[in-house]
């Protein structure tokens, strides 16, 4: 593996006394669902005083031709290439107490290195804890409040009915490898997964960062502002429901996943025994129910869309 630190480049005029005790990562994974991690970088950033700490090489570890970076083309020639980055901020919360923001999309090289180029910038920094954020689709709906699981490098810490029911294997996010790679070295991770419905994925949906935004508060001792974002969400939440009213086979869709949605409350609650957990087969059962759920809803989508 090369040098991590050579990874990473600070600002120049970066106080080198600075220290943080929670750090922030709100980058990429498979799908920022409902663009709550992308709008909750912009609450915070928008709310509260803040700093560029440093950046990664991009060129080092993004994938371009898969992800393909939008440009501007005006009549006769290119312009505006829109660079994506990956960037280390520090910002103060309401309290004046400082904490890092790690966002930018998920890197798809070099995972290893840049997990090991976190950790330096987490001993740097002095942080005692780091929090992922992340949104992701599920078959939940817009009428209950959004539910966030957690993960983390060491278990014990987590809340009870905080974690899914389940073992199994599964295709890696970079987040994921972080996790493994911070709790391997001894550092405090918590994972938070906002469950957005499925059906909102596509759209900016506040809802899903304000979810995360509450649980970052709940599991951190940072004040930060919910401020526009709650009033939002609630006018956003008031534009679906009036949607759905004008379309029966969406009144539908939102009634069954109600119904899943108060079960998996009610597993959530109950205590967890081996002969509960699923086994592959029927995980794989499982999740096959649910793309076709996913099918199924985006067609339904097309005829009452809130875009």
Same mark, same amino acid.
């Given at each position: 593996?090369?040098?991590?630190?050579?990874?990473?480049?600070?600002?120049?005029?970066?106080?080198?006394?600075?220290?943080?005790?929670?750090?922030?990562?709100?980058?990429?994974?498979?799908?920022?669902?409902?663009?709550?991690?992308?709008?909750?970088?912009?609450?915070?950033?928008?709310?509260?005083?803040?700093?560029?700490?440093?950046?990664?090489?991009?060129?080092?570890?993004?994938?371009?031709?898969?992800?393909?970076?939008?440009?501007?083309?005006?009549?006769?020639?290119?312009?505006?290439?829109?660079?994506?980055?990956?960037?280390?901020?520090?910002?103060?919360?309401?309290?004046?107490?400082?904490?890092?923001?790690?966002?930018?999309?998920?890197?798809?090289?070099?995972?290893?290195?840049?997990?090991?180029?976190?950790?330096?910038?987490?001993?740097?920094?002095?942080?005692?804890?780091?929090?992922?954020?992340?949104?992701?689709?599920?078959?939940?709906?817009?009428?209950?409040?959004?539910?966030?699981?957690?993960?983390?490098?060491?278990?014990?810490?987590?809340?009870?009915?905080?974690?899914? @029911?389940?073992?199994?294997?599964? !295709?890696?996010?970079?987040?994921?490898? /972080?996790? #493994?790679?911070? +709790? *391997? %070295?001894?550092?405090?991770?918590?994972?938070?997964?906002?469950?957005?419905?499925?059906?909102?994925?596509?759209?900016?949906?506040?809802?899903? @960062?304000?979810?995360?935004?509450? !649980?970052?508060?709940?599991?951190?001792? /940072?004040? #930060?502002?919910? +401020? *526009? %974002?709650?009033?939002?969400?609630?006018?956003?939440?008031?534009?679906?429901?009036?949607?759905?009213?004008?379309?029966?086979?969406?009144?539908?869709?939102?009634?069954?996943?109600?119904?899943?949605?108060?079960?998996?409350?009610?597993?959530?609650?109950?205590?967890?025994?081996?002969?509960?957990?699923?086994?592959?087969?029927?995980?794989?059962?499982?999740?096959?129910?649910?793309?076709?759920?996913?099918?199924?809803?985006?067609?339904?989508?097309?005829?009452?869309?809130?875009?």
């Amino acid at each position: 593996m090369q040098d991590p630190s050579t990874l990473f480049s600070y600002e120049r005029a970066l106080d080198l006394s600075l220290n943080a005790h929670t750090l922030v990562i709100t980058l990429g994974g498979y799908i920022d669902a409902g663009h709550a991690q992308r709008m909750l970088d912009e609450h915070l950033l928008e709310s509260l005083p803040n700093r560029l700490v440093g950046r990664f090489d991009i060129d080092q570890v993004f994938d371009y031709a898969g992800h393909r970076p939008q440009i501007v083309f005006d009549r006769d020639h290119f312009e505006s290439f829109h660079s994506p980055e990956i960037t280390l901020r520090m910002l103060e919360d309401a309290s004046g107490k400082p904490f890092l923001l790690l966002s930018g999309p998920e890197p798809s090289l070099q995972w290893e290195r840049f997990a090991a180029a976190v950790a330096r910038i987490i001993e740097r920094f002095g942080v005692q804890q780091t929090i992922i954020a992340q949104g992701f689709p599920a078959p939940m709906p817009h009428t209950k409040p959004i539910l966030v699981t957690m993960f983390g490098s060491d278990p014990t810490r987590l809340p009870l009915g905080s974690a899914m @029911a389940a073992t199994f294997q599964m !295709s890696a996010s970079f987040t994921a490898l /972080l996790t #493994l790679r911070l +709790g *391997e %070295l001894g550092h405090d991770v918590i994972g938070l997964s906002a469950h957005v419905p499925h059906y909102l994925a596509g759209m900016e949906y506040p809802s899903g @960062a304000l979810a995360l935004l509450r !649980s970052i508060i709940e599991n951190t001792e /940072l004040a #930060l502002p919910v +401020g *526009e %974002l709650s009033t939002t969400s609630a006018t956003v939440d008031t534009e679906i429901t009036r949607t759905v009213s004008e379309h029966t086979e969406l009144q539908d869709l939102i009634e069954q996943l109600e119904a899943q949605y108060e079960t998996m409350l009610h597993e959530r609650a109950l205590p967890v025994r081996p002969e509960d957990i699923p086994t592959a087969d029927e995980l794989g059962a499982q999740f096959e129910n649910f793309l076709r759920s996913l099918e199924g809803g985006s067609k339904e989508s097309d005829g009452g869309s809130t875009r």
